[in-house]
């Protein structure tokens, strides 16, 4: 009966069935949430725990069926791996092998030429979820002078249970899409202590439906401009006939477009953590409560931004924070931090699949990043751009760089969302490889750019 239901509204709203079912189960995180404030909040932590791994498992069986096993598999192992290996670095190595490995292989046996809802879309949130879980139980054993603020705060003292760790990997608020939390987070979530009102359900039903707003909005734009910006456009041979200026303008629009796709998933599904209390975080220095915590999208930033890095740093927020906590700062021992972003960075596009595509995009990225530093470092220096930066002109200066901001986020977001080298590489083509020129020149060149401004200015000083 759901089958034809589900086929006659994805073919109604134009949108393929697992997209269809993708979405309603984000949705259905609401209800989810609302049992869980209205008749479970009291109730012991075990009831607690097996309601969030049977709501989980059962929107994970909707859109996945019977494949839901390799979930199952994933959480068992890491569970044992906690209990029978210890606090060790050798159970640290394991969990990142094993839970990559099985990753990587999920996406080499299903892998197609087209970005596909399936079982592995879920389980690269999940993968994150445990290799940090065996971080944190590894922290637990350590002093608390040994780790930083963040470490401390999600550092486990104790083995969790199986059932605990089955609650904390199917919360109905994070399996499908995200956003990542800490075992320690849930585990304040499930004791009743993430509120704003001790003993009581949070006061989180208006913040909630704030951000449920604001993703429908952004999933109303995706839907009615994202069918006039399509990827396959890109392919097409009337793309390759439009003039030069029209190829970039399309690149820029579609790449501010197909984000809200991302962005309207991952507001809704935040909307869901504040709902349960999962998103509490405490009060600012004002007194006022706030709930962020699941925050995976910074939207008036990610709106307003002229600069790439504001736009990394507003966009999936807690995956960056992850990876940040557990790949980059643990690369210390490398000595450079060049060499540890780099690290990351490659961390990140094996993470999201064996396509070259992934590759290319996260290198632009360590590119565009370091580029967009140095030119930020030049302003500085310079008295003259210094003055040209604060001067009446910025309005049109900053028009200007949202401009030129949005078509260089759109260039690398190409191969992104293309995947295989023949079909990034024909777009590339087409544009005469326009982004790589310009960034790898600037970063060979401005050093030196700099270097030879800084003198002329200390001389000038003295």
Known sequence: MAAPLLEKLSESLGSPEPAVRLILSVLIGYPCALVYRRFL???????????????????????FGSQIYHSAVCVLVQFLMLRLMGRTVTAVLSSFIFQMVYLLAGY??????????????PHCVLTLKLIGLSFDYYDGGKEPSQLNAEQQRAAL???????????FSYFYGGFLVGPQFTLRSYQSLVAGQLTDSPGKPPNSVMPAMQRFG?????????????????DSYFLTDEYGA?????????????????????VSCWVIAEGVCILSGLGYNGVDENGNHRWDACANMKVWLFETTPLFTGTISSFNINTNAWVARHVFKRLKFLGNKILSQLATLLFLAIWHGLHSGYIICFSMEFIIVNVEKQVQALVKDSPVLTKLANSPFYPLIYVVQQLFHWLFMGYPLVAFCLFTYDKWLKVYSSIYFCGHLFFFTAFMVLPYLRKALVPKREKKQD
Not at 157 to 167: A, F, N
Request: hydrophobic share 50%.
């Open 41 to 63: 909040f009291h109730q012991p932590v075990t009831v607690l725990h097996l309601f969030h791994t049977l709501s989980g498992l059962a929107l994970a069986a909707f859109n």
């Open 108 to 121: 080499y046996f299903t892998a197609t030429e087209e970005y596909d809802i399936k079982w592995t879309m």
């Open 214 to 230: 604001l993703g429908l909005l952004c999933l109303t734009i995706y839907a009615i401009f994202s069918p006039h910006l399509s």
């Open 242 to 262: 439009q003039p030069f200026w029209y190829r970039c303008v399309f690149i820029m629009l579609w790449a501010k477009v197909i984000l809200y796709k991302y």
């Open 157 to 167: 003292p104790t083995v969790p249970s199986l059932l605990e760790v089955c609650g």
